[in-house]
């Protein structure tokens, strides 16, 4: 008797709790389509309807509408019944957006939201290092209009270090340059223009060292004859200890010459073997560095030497526009004609390689030679043009798919994730690796390709447990707010997700229960819950 009695308490008690939820006024809902937005328009946009409200913690329906778009558009809205719908912008303009919510019972009023697509999209180039003193070129060439038309540059100043004086020249063309007076950091930043179209602003870093290296002029000296390395006009923006290391970055073969007092600012070398030495300077001041070269020609005998005595008075001696070069007449001439030149023993010639190579006294750097502001020793060898020993990148001029193409140089490894992106976007010509910065808008394939925990970072420990794709809930743009649309593939409870952190829990005018949600609700809709009663043990009832 008593058991019955327990058991009328406990069913009693639920059906007054469920008849006070039924009583309780359903609350008009808050539709919330989300902030106005600028947009360039070569990506796909988000709306976010995510912050709409429900007072009552009803399940919501969205309703989207297109209301208004471009003359010549054909856009559509996809998962306009859900909390984030998509679409694709196809020509500039205003696109405005409606939303409704409704909870199974009321319909909220509209609210509306304008997504304004400018059509054009300014590419600032890949942030850089620089020297005092040394000019930089800054590089607007990807910027990209989405009707194809021709448009405006305009480049300035955002921000530059205290008391500098720097000047842009050139900033209404792509490709501007600027000398840093002071040390510190340079933002510039880029906007184009078609009319009064502009585009959003992009931004380029330029940071100065604060340290200048200079490891003086080259020398031409005999093999085995020291000469003297001077690093002493190297120089800091500010007191302090410098410190200096030089260093051999290319010898001819058999030389195993090294530099005596390489860590002072005025070192030695002897060159042992004849041929080309492509020294470097490295000056540090705390955390910042700077680098410099200089080359060192060895020859056998470094006086000039003139034809046979009986020659000389009819003046057959080099003429003072000849190459400099150790060597015989007779090792590159013949005595048929001066012209053309049998040979040329790279090693013996000093000086550097554009004083012959210039396209005028023999052939220049061809057509096809990447743009760069090197001399041709620091990256090829007197031995052979090719291959091709070192790159300095910072001093190669242009985009680098124009050497990284699979041809020049290796292009992207095939492991590299799936993006139009150009390689400066997210890479920094001193190293392959890390990554800078990486613009996700460009990516296409599945998030995963890269966030697996190898690539990039993946899910965090405290993801909640789900077998959904990442770009079924997130955005490219941000990782949060989550629209979380297909709790199928959610795997858990649904309370270790809606248990107030991270996410809202029961809400305060739910009806007392310890039952887990889905014994009475369906993870395809917050209602209509299950009317079969889930009975609370008595004893936790008593």
Known sequence: MKMKKMKFRAYSWIALSLFLAACISNNPQSADAGDDQTVD????????????????????????????????????????????????????????????????????????????????????????????????????????????DSFDYQWSFVTRPRNSVATLSGETSATPSFTPDVAGRYVTQLVISIDKRKSQAALVRVRTSGITADAGENVVTPVGVAVSLDGTKSRADSAGALTYAWDVLQRPTKSVAAVTNASQSKAAFTPDVAGKYLLRLTVSKNSETSTAQVVVTAGTDTTPTLPPPGDQSSGHIKPVTHIASSDLCQSCHNSVAWVPVVKVDHNQVMGACATCHNGKTSTGRPATHIAASTECGACHATSSFTPVIRVDHTQVLGTCVGCHNGSSASGKPTFHITSTDACEQCHSTAAWTPVITVPHDQLTGACISCHNGIVAMGKSPTHLATTNVC????????????????????????????????????????????????????????????????????????
């Open 41 to 148: 328009g070569f990506s796909e946009v988000v709306l976010n309807g995510g912050n709409s409200l429900d007072p009552n913690g009803d399940a919501l329906r969205y309703e989207w509408k297109l209301v208004s778009k471009p003359a010549d558009s054909e856009v559509v809205l996809e998962k306009a019944n859900m909390a984030a719908p998509i679409f694709v912008p196809d020509v500039p303009g205003d696109y405005e957006f409606s939303l409704i919510i409704d909870d199974g019972s009321k319909r909220s009023g509209a609210d509306r939201v304008i997504v304004h697509v400018t059509g054009l999209k300014s590419d600032a180039g890949h942030d850089q290092f620089a020297s005092l003193g040394s000019p930089v070129t800054l590089d607007g060439g990807h910027s990209r209009a989405m009707d194809g």
């Open 471 to 542: 770009e079924a809930c997130h955005s490219v743009t941000t990782f949060v707010p989550a629209i979380v649309d297909d709790h199928a593939q959610v795997v858990g409870t649904c309370s270790s997700c809606h248990n107030g952190n991270p996410i809202g829990g029961k809400p305060a005018s739910h009806i007392v229960t310890t039952a887990e949600c889905d014994l009475c609700h369906s993870y395809k809709a917050w209602t209509p819950a299950s009317t079969t009663p889930k009975v609370v043990p008595a004893s936790a009832v008593n």
